[in-house]
């Protein structure tokens, strides 16, 4: 039994970092409660409905119970695939977060080999061939002419680049022309692969790329992912933890103020106790004080979670 409950506790706390990764707002409390309500509803209404159409109490209860088992059962199953698709999801925005990091770390050289390996990977081509100022994509019926171009910061590839590249490579005699950036197109050069007749232009902008990359085996594997999940459960725990503990020591000053205050009026209504009351009021007021400033060490606490939030993002 605490087995199973630990478990249902592991895929609640899954299920939230794989919802906040996907901005998904339903909780898994609301999808438990909504699971409940659903059951609840099937079972009244077949009960009743088995009642009154066989006139027999257990015969109603037995079609309900039946009811409810496979009402029970579609919607576990229905839970696993939303579980999983939320998985994979959150899977694949990590994985996408990550080759975008790396993308943007790359140099002119690496950026070249990567290029040629995710189009090799992704099968657009089956080897490729360095000529002096482009690369040329062979398939099976197929020749690519694969040009690249990177730039700085938030600039955008200008349509005039893969003109001039487009026309020279149409003299060449190459009909499929493959232009790969690591930012964005300008939006003529778009209306460019309507201009060129029996020419194809594929433009790979930096997202298409990442998209490649996301469905390759190239970008981080699913073992680097569980990884950064793992940091990421470590600080939801962290997090929860220090939550928790701050509630429970606001509650815990809040109480013995109460009873301080408390104590102290009985020591004006009931005279002939009032040094003890006194005292004791004195000493619910001096254990506020002090879990007040042991609860100075929250800051301490902040700065570990900080570093542990650094090192998920890492």
């Known amino acids: 039994m605490i087995k199973k409950l630990k478990q249902i506790r592991e895929i609640k706390n899954n299920y939230k970092i794989y919802a906040n990764e996907c901005d998904y707002k339903k909780t898994f409390t609301a999808k438990i409660l909504d699971s409940i309500s659903i059951c609840i509803v099937v079972w009244l209404t077949s009960f009743l ?35 999983k698709n939320l998985q994979k999801k959150s899977y694949r925005k990590i994985r996408i977060e990550k080759i975008r990091e790396q993308i943007n770390q790359l140099t002119p050289n690496e950026f070249q080999e990567l290029l040629i390996k995710t ?33 700085d910061g938030q600039k955008i590839t200008n349509w005039n680049i893969v003109e001039a590249f487009a026309r020279d490579m149409q003299s060449q005699g190459f009909n499929h022309i493959i232009f790969v950036t690591n930012t964005e197109f300008e939006d003529k050069c778009h209306i460019l692969k309507k201009c060129f007749q029996d020419t194809n ?114």
Request: charged share 25%; aromatic share 8%; proline share 1%.
């Open 49 to 83: 409905l088995g009642g009154a159409l066989t006139k027999n109490i257990v015969i109603g209860m037995l079609f309900s119970l039946a009811l409810l088992t496979c009402t029970t059962i579609v919607l576990h199953r229905n839970f696993k695939m939303s579980y």
């Open 201 to 314: 232009i594929y433009l790979i902008d930096r997202e298409c790329l990442i998209n490649l990359l996301a469905e390759s085996k190239i970008g981080p594997d699913d073992v680097i992912i569980e990884s950064i999940m793992e940091k990421k459960r470590q600080y939801n725990i962290q997090i929860a933890k220090t939550k928790k503990n701050d509630i429970i020591t606001r509650k815990k000053i809040k109480t013995s103020i109460i009873y301080a205050t408390i104590f102290l009026a009985l020591a004006f209504i009931v005279r002939k106790y009032s040094i003890y009351y006194i005292i004791t009021s004195a000493l619910f007021f001096v254990l506020a004080i002090l879990m007040h400033i042991i609860s100075g060490k929250k800051d301490i606490q902040s700065h570990d979670i900080v570093d542990i939030k650094r090192g998920v993002e890492q």
């Open 119 to 151: 189009l090799l990977e992704s099968q657009i081509i089956s080897r490729s061939i360095m000529r002096d100022s482009f690369i040329e994509g062979v398939t099976t019926n197929r020749r690519y002419a694969i040009q690249w171009h990177m730039e």
